[in-house]
């Protein structure tokens, strides 16, 4: 009996750190994704404002030669 016990015990304490695991895993992969859309996030911010300080730069020019004219 009491040797049963005992393997019930450690089977449980396998099967839980099993889950422990696991739960740990899907939390990481979760902060994975996380970090993942913050970058996407910031390549988007990084690119749209490129895109204004190139449209900044052609005004600049224009107003500049303009006021040469």
Known sequence: MISLV???ARGSAVVG???????????LIAAVGIVI????????????AVLVL??????????KRKSER
């Open 6 to 8: 005992a393997g019930l």
């Open 17 to 27: 750190a099993i889950f422990l695991i696991v739960a740990l895993l899907k939390s």
């Open 37 to 48: 859309a913050l970058l996407k996030l910031a390549i988007i911010v990084v690119f749209i």
């Open 54 to 63: 190139i449209a900044l730069a052609i005004y600049r020019d224009h107003q």
